[in-house]
Structure formats: structure tokens, C-alpha cells
């Protein structure tokens, strides 16, 4: 995707999407079977993270990290500033490769793999700092992730899959605009639109939420939850605004300096001391002293 837009400047967007579409072996992605798999099922996970160990120089960024994710399932990641998310994220998406440890997805070995073969297998990914084609149209963006995996079985083209998406993301009104002249929100759903056009069996969302306004972070939590009822992708989501979180997430895994220390429900995650100490005591002595 990052080399398609780049290549844009020398070329009208049709003629960019033909050469795309004409390098790519572009097949329909079955949707995942209905109904939820056990959460606490290891063999019925989609993504599991064994062991992973991250180090920057001396700095070790992940230490020994696992965890597990199931089809359908919304798995949050929170922490304090520093802990670790975004590292495990990169990892996962071949963005770093880890120290060691192993990366599986639908029961295959990923770990060391380029970022855009990842991609490739179904995992999409949004980033803190929003990443478009800031001079293509909305459908435009969308449409190069369409275009890379294919029409969805039930929408006949990419184009159609396209516009649907567009629809459900609520961007309808914008689609002929240039990405880079939306608000703030819209481009924040935009690239959720644009990762879930590459019809991923996982997402994972690096703080979607940061910047938002609570009625916003509420129609995120709609959004995302029919991506899990309608479409049953799996979910890794990171993002401080533990309102929501609480609110949308399955479970809860809890990083601390790069270490794991503790996983559960959102309300016993809320509740574990380790996890108050660390970082939801924090955050409320913050707000508390922003308010004074």
C-alpha cells in the first residue's frame, strides 16, 4: 500500500489501481464460520504469541510476552506510556521483528515475516498517528485495500466492497474528497475502513480513539462491534480511554514495563491491585490534578 501511494504522483489513480490490480493474485477470502468460538480455547485462537522478547540495544521493550486471540473476539491492550503496546504491535505485524519468540496466526508461523506478507494473510492494522493517501479520494484509499484481497463473496467486485465499506464507516458524504482535507474523525474511520478492505480475519487498532470526543469513541464502539458481530474479525485494540475499553472489549491484557501482568475480564483487570498501581491509579491521580 505505502509503495502504491507513493507511486500516485506519477500516475492518474485509475491507471494506479489497474497496475495494482494487475500484479495482484486477487481471490475471495471466505468470512470465518459463525457463532463464537471458547475464549479460553488455545487450539480454536487465530493469533498466539509465544514468549515474545523485543530489545532496542540494551533496552528491553517486550519481555517474554504471550497471549492469545480468538476468531470474533475483542482482546484489549492497555498500559502505561512506555509499557510495551505498540512494540507488541509492530511485532505482530512485521512491522519489528522480535528478539525472539514466535508469532502465530491461523495456525502459521509468521514469525520474521515482511509487514506486507502479513498483511497479505489477513491481518490489517491501523497506527497511532494516522497514515492515508492523503491525495487520493476516500474511495480511493479504501479501494487499494480492496483492490490487494479481492471482492468480498458477497459484494462482486472490489469496487462494490469498496462502497460498502465506505457506508458502514459513515464516510458516504466524503467519498469523493481528498483524504487529507477530513476532520479528524472521519480520517480516523477511514483508515479502519481502508484496513478492513484487505477482508482481514484480524485488526489490530493502535489507540482509534486518541483525539476523539466521548460521543465519538461511542460510534467507534458500534463500528467495531459490527465488524465482530457481521463480520467476525478479531480484534487487538490499544488505546487509553478506558471508558471504552471497559465497554468494548472481551478481555483485557494488561502491560507493564514491557511484561504481562495481568489478563481477565475488563471488570477483574479494573480491580487487580497490580494493574491499579500501575497504571489505572496513575491515570486517575492525573485527571484529578488536571482538574484542579
Not at 112 to 139: C, D, E, M, Y
Not at 193 to 211: M, Y
Request: proline share 4%; net charge positive.
Amino acid at each position: 500500500l505505502a509503495a502504491w501511494g507513493r507511486q500516485r504522483s506519477g500516475a492518474t489513480a485509475a491507471a494506479a489501481l489497474s497496475q495494482l490490480g494487475a500484479t495482484q493474485n486477487i481471490s475471495p477470502v471466505p468470512r470465518p464460520d459463525s457463532g463464537s468460538p471458547g475464549l479460553d480455547s488455545a487450539s480454536d485462537s487465530i493469533l498466539r504469541v509465544d514468549g515474545i522478547i523485543k530489545n532496542f540495544g540494551g533496552l528491553r521493550a517486550l519481555d517474554d510476552v504471550s497471549l492469545s486471540l480468538q476468531s470474533g473476539e475483542i482482546l484489549g491492550l492497555i498500559g502505561p506510556n512506555g509499557s510495551g503496546k505498540t512494540t507488541l504491535i509492530n511485532v505482530i505485524s512485521g512491522t519489528y521483528p522480535p528478539s525472539s519468540g514466535q508469532v502465530s496466526f491461523l495456525q502459521n508461523d509468521i514469525t520474521n515475516w515482511p509487514a506486507h506478507k502479513i498483511a497479505g494473510q489477513g491481518i490489517g492494522r491501523t497506527f497511532q498517528s494516522i497514515q492515508l493517501f492523503a491525495n487520493l479520494t476516500v474511495f480511493e484509499n479504501v479501494l487499494a485495500g480492496a483492490v490487494i484481497k479481492g471482492s468480498g463473496l458477497n459484494f462482486g467486485s472490489s469496487e462494490r466492497w469498496a462502497r460498502h465499506l465506505i457506508a458502514q464507516f459513515g464516510l458516504t458524504q466524503y467519498a469523493d474528497r481528498l483524504a487529507g482535507t477530513l476532520p479528524y474523525g472521519p480520517q480516523r474511520a477511514l483508515e479502519i475502513a481502508r484496513a478492513v478492505a484487505i477482508q482481514c480475519r484480524l485488526l489490530l487498532l493502535d489507540e482509534p480513539a486518541a483525539g476523539m470526543i466521548r460521543q465519538e469513541s461511542n460510534q467507534l464502539i458500534n463500528v467495531l462491534r459490527t465488524l465482530q458481530n457481521d463480520l467476525g474479525i478479531g480484534l487487538l485494540v490499544v488505546d487509553h480511554d478506558l471508558q471504552m475499553m471497559m465497554q468494548l472489549c472481551d478481555r483485557v491484557v494488561v502491560l507493564n514495563k514491557g511484561q504481562l501482568i495481568a489478563s481477565g475480564a475488563p471488570q477483574e483487570v479494573q480491580k487487580d491491585p497490580r494493574v491499579v498501581e500501575a497504571y489505572i491509579g496513575r491515570k486517575r491521580k492525573a485527571a484529578t490534578n488536571s482538574v484542579e
